[in-house]
C-alpha cells in the first residue's frame, strides 16, 4: 500500500515562499510519476505540477508557471514543491499524488483519474 505524507505548509505573507515536501512509502518511487494538486474551500481540486518517474519532464498549470519548481529526491523517495512569489489566490490545502502506472514519460497528458494514490494534504494560507 502507498503510503504519502505530505509536510511544510503554513501561513505565509503574500510575495513569500514556502516549499512542500512529500515522502512516499510502500512502493517502488523510482518508477513512478508524481504530481502535487491543490484544493481550495469551496472549489474542486485542481492539478498544479508533476514530474516524469526520471525527473527530466516536468508540467505545470498555467496558475503557478514560472513561480513554482517541482522536484524529486530518489535517495529521500521525497518529492518537493517550492512555491515563490504566492499570492493570496494559492490558497489551499495541496496535495501529493502517485501516478498509478509505472514509467510514465510524458506527464503533460496526465489527469487527476491517472494517480492511483494521495496524501492527506497540508494546508497553504497566503494572507497579509
Known amino acids: 500500500q502507498v503510503q504519502l505524507v505530505e509536510s511544510g505548509g503554513g501561513l505565509v505573507q503574500p510575495g513569500g515562499s514556502l516549499r512542500l515536501s512529500c515522502v512516499a512509502s510502500?512502493?517502488?518511487?523510482?518508477?513512478?510519476?508524481m504530481g502535487w494538486f491543490r484544493q481550495a474551500p469551496g472549489k474542486e481540486r485542481e492539478f498544479v505540477a508533476a514530474i516524469s518517474w526520471t525527473g527530466g519532464d516536468t508540467y505545470y498549470a498555467e496558475s503557478v508557471k514560472g513561480r513554482f519548481t517541482i522536484s524529486r529526491d530518489y535517495a529521500k523517495n521525497s518529492v518537493f514543491l517550492q512555491m515563490n512569489g504566492l499570492k493570496p489566490e494559492d490558497t489551499a490545502a495541496y496535495y501529493c499524488?502517485?501516478?498509478?502506472?509505472?514509467?510514465?514519460?510524458?506527464?503533460?497528458?496526465?489527469?487527476?483519474?491517472?494517480?492511483?494514490?494521495w496524501g492527506q494534504g497540508t494546508q497553504v494560507t497566503v494572507s497579509s
Open positions: 510502500g512502493h517502488p518511487f523510482s518508477s513512478y510519476a
Open positions: 499524488a502517485a501516478d498509478s502506472v509505472r514509467f510514465r514519460g510524458d506527464v503533460s497528458t496526465m489527469s487527476q483519474g491517472d494517480f492511483g494514490s
